[in-house]
């Protein structure tokens, strides 16, 4: 175009033409700039301008230059994006306001949107662009929280359920498998062969309890909507049924369990969560002292008063053994404790030193209130 001589308008004050070659080179350099250095890129672009103007200006450089204004807004910061578009806006103001102040030609106003084309329209155009690539940038990030939490959420739904599975698993079946080892570890011992009848009877019995609830825990995981029998939730009204199986298991040991229900008569009836609760507690309470505890009196106590929680405490003679009469996996205190932390409540389960002298005491205070009512497993 600049050799063929094809000029947008005559030079100003003696210009020669061959400057509008060099700016048309310094402008066409100045994009390689667009992208790392917008700014500068858009004052060397507005420099070489500038010379092809007053050289005659090629329609091309115009075109290079349209696009350093979009460009200067799209990659530069925020502030530089904001103020771009308002200085084009107040460059065509000033192109349209000026030239028919000077000249009294209404001609004159073609220059305003002859400027409006060559910058504001490209820094609106860029403003455009940038704000809808923020918002879907922003929406992105908003799509990506919201799985990271979803996937959180899921995660900590699974360990929930993992934890509820384990309880279960351990509350359920520890107790049998325990009464197993401990009958099965005297059968091989005595050799009175009434004895070892009776050993293997219980443990016969709680062979058979401990894989019925097995199956019936096995049942529910694979299909907990479609079971055969209601699930039957463990209360306290159970609980003698839970001391009768105790004892039978207790006698290699040589433990006296006692019940003193304290509870006042006609009281209202506990939540389920609260009644599960403490009856698991109870149950893995007597597990441990049929494990663990030395020969002697086994005390479970229940009592609340008038607005008070649920007290559930188990006390088992605590003497020097030489080991546990059957392992022990550790976790039945962990369970015992995210049981009544889901309630709210307290439980402490340590050595203390009363009456009898040195004692394994088991304490838990389940609230009773509507704030345990809630499903807890």
């Not at 200067?72 to 102040?101: D, E, F, H, K, N």
Request: glycine share 10%; net charge neutral; aromatic share 4%.
């Amino acid at each position: 175009m600049w050799a063929v001589g094809v000029h947008n308008n005559q030079s100003f004050f003696h210009t020669p033409r061959w400057l509008g070659l060099i700016a048309l080179v310094v402008i066409s350099a100045a994009v390689l700039l667009r992208r790392s250095r917008p700014l500068i890129g858009l004052g060397v672009g507005t420099a070489a301008l500038g010379v092809d103007i007053l050289s005659g200006g090629l329609a091309v450089t115009f075109l290079i230059y349209t696009d350093l204004v979009y460009a200067a807004v799209m990659y530069s910061g925020p502030l530089a994006a904001r103020r771009i578009p308002q200085i084009c806006g107040l460059l065509t103001g000033l192109a349209t306001v000026v030239p028919l102040a000077i000249f009294g030609d209404p001609v004159a106003l073609l220059v305003g949107p002859f400027v409006a084309l060559l910058t504001l329209t490209p820094a609106w155009t860029g403003t455009v662009v940038r704000n809808h690539r923020e918002e879907a940038a922003a929406a992105r990030l908003e799509a990506e929280r919201v799985a990271l939490l979803a996937e959180l959420d899921r995660r900590e739904a699974v360990a929930s359920e993992r934890s509820r599975m384990a309880r279960e698993l351990h509350d359920m079946v520890a107790n049998h498998l325990s009464a197993i080892a401990i009958h099965s570890s005297a059968a091989l011992s005595l050799k009175d062969p009434a004895a070892t009848d009776e050993a293997l009877g219980v443990i016969r019995e709680n062979s058979v309890r401990g894989l019925a609830e097995m199956r019936r825990l096995i049942g529910l995981l694979r299909d907990p909507g479609d079971t055969a029998e209601p699930v039957a939730i463990s209360t306290l009204d159970a609980l003698d049924t839970l001391l009768d199986q105790a004892r039978a298991n207790a006698r290699p040991g040589g433990q006296d369990i006692v019940l003193s229900d304290e509870r006042p008569a006609g009281a209202d009836p506990l939540p389920a969560p609260v009644e599960l609760a403490a009856y698991r507690i109870v149950q893995e309470s007597l597990t441990n002292a049929l494990k663990h505890a030395a020969p002697g009196r086994v005390d479970v106590t229940l009592a609340h008063r008038a607005d008070g929680p649920l007290e559930v405490s188990v006390i088992s003679p605590y003497g020097d053994r030489s080991g546990p009469r059957a392992p022990g996996s550790g976790t039945g205190l962990i369970g015992m404790r995210e049981r009544v932390n889901l309630l709210g409540g307290t439980l402490d389960a340590g050595p203390v030193t009363g009456p009898r002298g040195m004692v394994w005491q088991v304490r838990a205070a389940l609230p009773r209130g509507d704030e345990s009512a809630q499903s807890v497993p």
